[in-house]
């Protein structure tokens, strides 16, 4: 059965009947039309008059071995089905699994997207605030500075007035001590 099976394995069944029943395959004979189309006079045989010469033995075999190898054509075919059924059960899993992967790497690049932007957004804000913090300290030091200038300003009109009235002290000392010479003089 198995090299039945074999010898059949991949022919029409449909089309292996019609070459049983075609006479002039199974008995290698030409057409009975000549080279031009023209159809030659039947020769007085059994053969051309379509009546079955065939032993009924010879039949009833004939019939046995389509039965086997339709039962093999059956057999195959469900042998086939269910190799196709599987390999389309294997191909929707593996479908399934890189659909399953590819969301699983889209999350994580769509997660690493966002990391990098947030960290690029800390960035800027870490450089906003530097420049910010850089600029409260310049106007802090400009305003120490313009302090320090008012300061020395003040310190400055102080010193001069601290001057003039030490001058203005020996001045007075000067008349006073100066009066009292003269005084003592006279």
Not at 30 to 41: M, N, Y
Not at 146 to 166: G, H, W, Y
Request: with cysteine; hydrophobic share 25%; net charge negative.
């Amino acid at each position: 059965m198995a090299a039945q099976g074999k010898k059949h394995a991949g022919k029409d069944p449909v089309r292996d009947e019609c070459e049983e029943r075609n006479r002039f395959t199974e008995t290698r004979e030409e057409d009975v039309t000549d080279e031009h189309g023209e159809r030659e006079p039947f020769a007085e045989t059994d053969e051309h008059r379509g009546a079955n010469t065939k032993k009924p033995e010879d039949t009833a075999e004939d019939l046995t071995a389509k039965r086997k190898r339709m039962k093999m054509d059956k057999a195959c075919s469900k042998i086939k089905n269910k190799s196709k059924h599987a390999l389309r059960k294997k191909e929707l899993k593996r479908q399934k699994r890189d659909y399953i992967h590819s969301l699983k790497l889209l999350n994580v690049l769509e997660e690493y997207i966002r990391d990098e932007q947030k960290e690029e957004e800390e960035e800027e804000g870490e450089e906003e605030e530097l420049i910010r913090i850089f600029q409260e300290q310049q106007k802090r030091w400009q305003q120490y500075r313009s302090v320090r200038r008012e300061r020395l300003k003040e310190m400055k009109l102080l010193r001069d007035q601290f001057v003039k009235a030490l001058e203005d002290f020996e001045d007075l000392c000067d008349r006073v001590f100066s009066d009292e010479d003269s005084e003592l003089d006279n």
